[in-house]
């Protein structure tokens, strides 16, 4: 298996630009993890769904950030418009149990800057 | 509410030392536990897991780490250190809310360990 794959790995863009954040989880696995990284905050936990439906979007910061999930194959995390204070590794994981496990796979991140 | 603590931020060892990475925790049941691995510039890897079986978990290139709820401690450790073991090491308990909302994990902030030749 390839894994959980995301794209882009980087991402630089100015502020009030889209972006979009895609990621492609691991076949079979029914839950998707969005995660954020910062030096500040460390590893925060945005939004998760199971079986394609988002079930818990407290960590989603503000109106800015969306996420969707419109096939078991494919998730997105867009942020309109982007803020400098944006910028951070965004990380992609997916299970097949959820959280009870907690054996979340990841991928690589998309390190995000925003001038 | 619970909560996890990594004790140092950077832990430095020489190449064939053991290994120490500590970890306490906050938790009003018996939790879950876990290490994550994170390699530079990549995503973070499980590295074992403490479910209420047995105390002492084995994990993955050597790694072990025992759970001691008189301390409420799960200390990770290894034997000998290898250069490839050079990374950010995460503590996280999987935490249980008392009423409502969802299972999270809750990650420590992280032990940079660097090993030296």
């Known amino acids: 298996d390839a894994g959980v794959i995301q794209s882009p790995r980087h991402e630089v863009t100015e502020m009030g630009q889209e972006v979009t954040l895609r990621c492609k989880p691991i076949?079979?696995?029914?839950?998707l993890f969005w995660y954020r990284q910062t030096m500040m905050r460390g590893l925060e936990l945005l939004i998760y769904f199971n079986n394609n439906v988002p079930i818990d979007d407290s960590g989603m910061p503000e109106d800015r950030f969306s996420a969707k999930m419109p096939n078991a194959s494919f998730s997105t995390l867009k942020i309109q418009p982007s803020e400098p204070r944006d910028s951070a590794v965004y990380f992609c994981?997916?299970?097949?149990?959820?959280?009870?496990?907690?054996?979340?796979?990841f991928g690589e991140g998309s390190r995000l800057t925003v001038l | 509410a619970q909560s996890v603590t990594q004790l140092d931020s950077h832990v430095s060892v020489s190449e064939g030392t053991p290994v120490l990475l500590r970890c306490n925790y906050s938790s009003s049941y018996s939790p879950s536990l876990f290490w994550y691995v994170q390699h530079p510039n990549k995503g973070l890897q499980l590295l074992l897991k403490?479910?209420?079986?047995?105390?002492l978990v084995k994990g993955i290139n050597g790694f072990e780490a025992e759970f001691k709820k008189s301390e409420t401690s799960f200390h990770l450790t290894k034997p000998s250190a290898h250069m490839s073991d050079a990374a950010e090491y995460f503590c996280?308990?999987?935490?249980?809310?008392?009423?409502?909302?969802?299972?999270?994990?809750?990650f420590g902030a992280g032990t940079r360990l660097a090993v030296h030749p």
């Open positions: 996280v308990v999987s935490s249980q809310p008392l009423s409502g909302g969802y299972n999270k994990l809750i």
């Open positions: 076949s079979g696995h029914d839950y």
């Open positions: 403490y479910t209420s079986a047995a105390t």
């Open positions: 994981a997916s299970s097949f149990a959820g959280i009870a496990t907690g054996e979340l796979f």
